[in-house]
């Protein structure tokens, strides 16, 4: 169940840089916010950001969450654009074998990509009572983070990554949803970065393919002596 979006608006402060290899481009976004997570909310916070003049469409998107305190297994996450759709967080660590998830507090630059190595950031593993920093896939699950049975989020199925944003349009409002579903504690969001990698849009490519033919064409001609 997607949590109720009728919720505070948090204040960001946003830096954009892009680098260009050929034609892919990596843009990246980094707000700071310094807003606390309510506790035991439902509500949340919200925090949407509006882009715009990002050329092409999505190919890949990675996010970089930094929070300080309370609990991790308390916290649902999620990222919404256009008809994209990931789970970050849904309750790390809340399992048959742990009721509560992680008690660990908070991220240092935890990085989330869905080819990220360090696996499925819901059995993260614990981190000993520290914030947890690397690079992980997100948590993708959609099951109701409060109504679901903890046994029941060992086979849930990850269908919420952030593979959903493929092929869509980076320009528009994307929102960064978190919540703190379990009392006790206060998580606060320092800051988030949203790294968007595009691609030409299709009638791009279909353009640049049409010069390059005509370009050969031509050259061929040349060399035949069929045309100047």
């Known amino acids: 169940m997607k949590p109720n979006k009728l919720m505070a608006v948090a204040a960001a402060v946003g830096l954009w840089a892009g680098t260009a290899t050929g034609d892919i481009v990596t843009n990246n976004f980094t707000f700071t916010v310094n807003e606390a997570v309510p506790d035991g909310d439902w509500n949340g916070l919200a925090l949407p950001i509006n882009l715009s003049g990002v050329d092409g469409t999505i190919s890949d998107v990675t996010v970089t969450l930094n929070l300080s305190g309370g609990f991790n297994g308390d916290l649902f996450a999620d990222l919404v654009h256009d008809s994209g759709f990931a789970v970050l967080l ?12 992680y008690a660990d507090p908070g991220f240092s630059s935890l990085v989330l990509s869905d080819t990220a190595l360090g696996g499925d950031i819901h059995f993260y593993g614990g981190n000993g009572g520290l914030p947890l920093s690397g690079t992980y896939q997100p948590d993708g ?14 086979a849930a199925a990850r269908d919420a990554m952030l593979s959903s944003f493929q092929g869509v349009t980076p320009d528009g409002t994307w929102v960064l949803f978190l ?36 370009v050969a064409v031509s050259r061929a001609r040349r060399k035949t002596g069929g045309g100047s």
Do not use: M
Not at 90 to 101: E, M
Not at 141 to 154: E, H, I, L
Not at 182 to 203: F, Y
């Open 90 to 101: 849904n309750r790390v660590g809340l399992s048959s074998s742990n009721s509560f998830g």
């Open 141 to 154: 699950r959609t099951v109701d983070p409060v109504a679901t049975s903890p046994d029941d989020f060992d």
């Open 179 to 214: 919540a703190d579903l379990g009392p006790g504690g206060q998580s606060t969001l320092l800051s988030w970065s949203l790294q968007i990698v595009t691609v030409p849009e299709p009638a791009t490519w279909a353009l640049a393919l049409l010069v390059g033919t005509a």
